[in-house]
Structures are given as structure tokens and as C-alpha cells.
């Protein structure tokens, strides 16, 4: 399977679909977020049970979180993405109460490959356009 | 000359040293904005007069504005890049008056190429950062 497919059905399985089992079928064991600014895991490596906390932490704020793939490019190593995330935040972020709200925006990531395995991402999203779609700023 | 060397250059000369001279090389006579946050021409096809009135109106915000680029990825039509902008906001942007603020943010661009020039672009940035930085949030 070439690695864009192979991306796309883990964001599609795993994010959209929530399926925590299929977690091992993509990730490798150790993933590495190299850039995700603002997220508390950027810089660290995760292992499977870390990864899995992640998606729990990212679904807990925005249980209906949902990724549109707009493009992808992808070579023997890597697979970048332009995506539409869209989710209503129905959960805690951070200390700040659920707003209730609704949020959609642009964002990029380019995934990393090992071993025929996710082994980590970077990853820039517009944080601005969400900030004021929850009225944060 | 490969797509990625190729806009490596374009950047660097473009970009980083303001060569304008330098734009018919690199760049479509047609070029697309596809995406791009709160950029004035966003969805809009640029002629290069207007690629280079859009490079005059980044130069004249923040006049040492450069791009240091990350990490690439590309394949025959397309090259996507993280790159780390800094610049100086010497002048105004939009309505507001220079702050002489420095900035540093993270983004990444997906080029589009054409007949081998970039014929447009998709591009996302933490506009938030930026905000802070210049003190409107």
C-alpha cells in the first residue's frame, strides 16, 4: 500500500472514526511530534499508550472532531496533508469550560515514515481562527 | 534542476533578498492562491505584476521578513515546505501603524508548479503567535 493511501485510512479510521484498536495497525511505537505548536506533547516522543492519551485528550475537548483531506503530496519517506478540521467543543480545553461552539479550520501536517510506520508529524494549523470561533479573543 | 532545489532558490532570492528581478524566473504568469489565511488574495489567480504588488505589500509590513525553510517534501508537480518566518513590523499592516515589533512564527507551504515555474500555492501559519507577538491579542 503506498504511504498516502496508508495515511489517509489511519486519519480516517483513527481520528474521524475514533478506533482506538486500529492504533498499532499505524503507528510505530515511537512517534515523535517534531512541531505542533501549542500542543502539550511537542517535542516529546510517545509511545503507544501516549498516543492513545493524546487522541483521548484531543476527543475529550471535541468528541465529534472530524478531518477533511483537501490535498496530499507524498514521497518514499513522507506524506504531507492541507486538511479541514472541523469539531464542537463539548469537552474541557484545559482549564476553560466547553463553549459549546462549533470550530473549522485550515491546517497542515507533513507525517513522517519508519519501518512502514507513522513515526511522528509536523504540524501548523490556525489557531487565530479558532480562537475566535470560541470566543477567546 | 529539481522542483525543491528550484524553490529553494526562489525563496532565497525572492523571498530573502527581495530580488524582484529575480520573480520571471521563478515564478507562473498565472500563479493561484488556493489557500492562505486572511491573505488579501486568497481564491485569486495573480498576474505577476500583482505576484510582485503582493511581495511589496509583505516587504513594506515587515522589510527584512525571511524564511528559514525546515524540512521539504516533494514530488513532480508539487513541493511543501516548514519553513520559520521572522521579520521586523517596520510598517503598517492593513489600517495599523508599525509596531517596530519582531516577529517568529512556523508555517508550511504546498507550491504548485506549472510548465516548471510555481504556478500557485497553499499555505497555512500561526496567525495567533504573530498576533501576540505584535500585541493585538
Known amino acids: 500500500m503506498n504511504k498516502e493511501t496508508f495515511l489517509r485510512n489511519f486519519m480516517e479510521e483513527v481520528w474521524n ?12 511505537e515511537e512517534y ?13 516522543i510517545l509511545s503507544l499508550p501516549e498516543f492513545k492519551e493524546r487522541l483521548k485528550f484531543s476527543f475529550g ?10 490535498s496530499a503530496i507524498h514521497d518514499d519517506n513522507q506524506v504531507a496533508i492541507t486538511w479541514i478540521m472541523t469539531g464542537t ?9 466547553p463553549t459549546n461552539r462549533k470550530i473549522k ?10 519501518n512502514n510506520k507513522i513515526a511522528g508529524h509536523s ?6 481562527t479558532i480562537m475566535k470561533q470560541l470566543g477567546f479573543v
Do not use: C
Not at 515523535?32 to 516529546?44: Q, R, S, T, V
Not at 475537548?61 to 483537501?70: K, L, N
Not at 467543543?89 to 469550560?97: A, E, S
Open 17 to 28: 472514526k475514533k478506533n482506538f484498536e486500529e492504533v498499532e495497525r499505524y503507528v510505530h
Open 89 to 97: 467543543n463539548l469537552g474541557k480545553i484545559g482549564d476553560f469550560p
Open 61 to 70: 475537548s471535541f468528541p465529534d472532531i472530524h478531518f477533511e483531506i483537501t
Open 123 to 128: 504540524q501548523v494549523f490556525d489557531r487565530l
Open 105 to 114: 479550520t485550515n491546517g497542515m501536517t507533513i507525517y513522517h515514515f519508519y
Open 32 to 44: 515523535k511530534i517534531h512541531l505542533d505548536n501549542a500542543d502539550p506533547w511537542e517535542g516529546k
